[in-house]
């Protein structure tokens, strides 16, 4: 199954949180419970790359977790305004993978599913608390 495309669009400085539900092609969710963690990668327009995954144990930074029950297939990503704030960039390419706890085959590592691809835009801040 190919990546599904969804792009993300962040206001600056203010506080961003996205749900996304994995289902199979009749809609029915996919149980994550199959799954170690999840894994996001952002490769800025300034090459700088920003790192997410859901065995993340700083929530200060991000929080990016499987949703409850697992049987619910949602994935939550909630970023604080104090890290938005901070972007200093203006798009981004991003890719978002699930790792499985078994292997693929038998010695291949664990099997990954590459679940979503696209964009991300920062929309500037233009009110700054000095």
């Given amino acids: 199954m190919s990546a599904g495309s969804y792009d993300f669009v962040i206001e600056q400085g203010a506080s961003y949180g996205v749900s996304i539900q ?21 490769i800025t327009d300034s090459n700088n790359a920003l790192s997410f995954t859901t065995t993340n144990t700083n929530s200060g930074l991000y929080l990016f977790e499987f949703g409850s029950p697992l049987s619910s297939g949602i994935i939550n990503l909630k970023i604080p305004a104090s890290i938005t704030g901070g972007y200093n960039f203006t798009t981004a390419e991003y890719d978002m993978e699930l790792v499985s706890n078994n292997d693929f085959y038998n010695g291949g590592g664990p099997e990954v599913i590459r679940l979503l691809q696209g964009n991300v835009t920062i929309v500037p801040e233009i009110t700054k608390i000095i």
């Fill in 22 to 42: 994995y289902t199979n092609a009749s809609g029915i969710p996919i149980d994550l419970s199959q799954f170690s963690h999840a894994r996001m990668q952002w």
